[in-house]
C-alpha cells in the first residue's frame, strides 16, 4: 500500500478540522493556510471547518474561502455554558445571510456532551439539550445537514434526531469521532449519517473502535482528523515524555494520509480505493461538497 504524498489518483477529505484554533494562530503570518497549504501537498483535496461559537462563525467562513475549502455554522455543546441569550438567533441570522454560500455545507458541530461532568447536571444538561434541538430544527428549516459532536451521548442524540425529524426521520450528515456501539452505529448509518473516524482509530488498545472501522460498511464512513485534537498514535506524547520535555506532535490535516493507511491495513483494501470510497461517503454526507471538488 502506497501512501506517497501527492499520487495523483489519491485524494483525500478531511471532514472535521478547527483550523481557526490558537494551535494555528500566529501573529504575523496565517499559520492555517500554511498548514493547509502543506496538507494538499499530501493530496488532501478538501478540509471541513466547523464553528464551535457565535465567535468563531466568521473565522471559519474567512479560512474556508481563502484555502478552498468549506465550513459548518453551529454551537458546540462544549460552549453551551457561554453562549449568550441570543446565540441560537445569532445562529439562525448567520444560517438565512450565507445560506447560498455554497462553501457553507452544514451545521455543525452540535451535539451533546455528558462526558464533562458539569454538562451532566441541571441547569447545564437541559441547556445543552435545548440548544442541540434547536440547532437540528435550524438545519431542517436552512436544508442543511449536521456534523454531531458524540461523546456518551448517542442514545440521547438519536432520540432527539427522531423526534424533530418526525414523519420523515431520514438526514444528511456525520457522528463526528464517533465511538459508539454496535447498535448505535447502525442506528445512526439508518437515519442517514456516515461515521467520523480518525486518529483514536490508530491506537492499537482501542480494540472496539478498531473493530468497527473493519466491520462498518465501508460506505459509512468517512476519515477526520479533528485537528489540533485526538492526535493519532505518532504523534501522541505520554506524561512520562512530557516530564522529560518532549513536546506533543500537533494534529494537521495533513496527518489525514496516515490515518487513512492505517484504516486501509485493518480492512485490508488499498489505500487509493479507501480514500476513494470515503472521499465519496463525504460527498453523500455533505452534499454540497461535490461541486467544490471539480
Not at 169 to 179: D, E, L, P, T, Y
Not at 188 to 198: S, V
Amino acid at each position: 500500500m502506497s501512501t506517497a504524498p501527492g499520487a495523483d489518483s489519491v485524494r483525500w477529505i478531511d471532514t472535521h478540522c478547527h483550523l481557526d484554533a490558537a494551535e494555528f494562530l500566529e501573529p504575523n503570518r496565517p499559520l492555517a493556510l500554511v498548514v493547509r497549504a502543506q496538507a494538499a501537498i499530501k493530496g488532501i483535496a478538501h478540509c471541513v471547518i466547523p464553528a464551535v461559537e457565535v465567535a468563531n462563525f466568521e473565522a471559519v467562513r474567512a479560512l474556508a474561502h481563502a484555502g478552498g475549502d468549506s465550513y459548518c455554522l453551529g454551537i458546540h455543546p462544549l460552549y453551551v455554558a457561554q453562549a449568550a441569550p441570543d446565540a441560537l438567533a445569532q445562529l439562525d441570522a448567520a444560517l438565512a445571510r450565507h445560506r447560498d454560500d455554497p462553501r457553507l455545507v452544514a451545521v455543525g458541530e452540535i451535539g451533546l456532551d455528558f462526558f464533562v461532568p458539569a454538562l451532566c447536571e441541571s441547569p447545564l444538561r437541559e441547556k445543552q439539550e435545548a440548544f442541540y434541538r434547536a440547532q437540528l430544527q435550524l438545519a431542517r428549516q436552512y436544508g442543511l445537514p449536521v456534523v454531531l459532536h458524540v461523546r456518551r451521548s448517542a442514545d440521547r442524540l438519536l432520540k432527539h434526531l427522531r423526534e424533530v425529524g418526525q414523519d420523515d426521520a431520514q438526514w444528511s450528515g456525520i457522528a463526528h469521532a464517533f465511538n459508539g456501539s454496535d447498535v448505535q452505529a447502525q442506528a445512526f448509518i439508518q437515519l442517514g449519517f456516515r461515521l467520523g473516524f480518525g486518529g483514536a482509530m490508530t491506537y492499537p488498545r482501542a480494540l472496539q473502535l478498531r473493530r468497527l472501522a473493519q466491520t462498518l460498511p465501508l460506505d459509512a464512513i468517512v476519515l477526520e482528523t479533528d485537528a489540533p485534537d485526538i492526535p493519532p498514535k505518532w504523534l501522541y506524547v505520554d506524561a512520562e515524555q512530557r516530564a522529560q520535555g518532549v513536546e506533543q506532535g500537533r494534529n494537521e490535516p495533513g496527518e489525514i494520509p496516515r490515518i487513512g493507511a492505517v484504516l486501509a491495513q485493518l480492512r485490508n483494501i488499498p489505500v487509493a480505493a479507501l480514500a476513494q470510497a470515503t472521499t465519496t461517503n463525504a460527498c453523500v454526507a455533505l452534499p454540497r461538497l461535490a461541486a467544490l471538488l471539480v
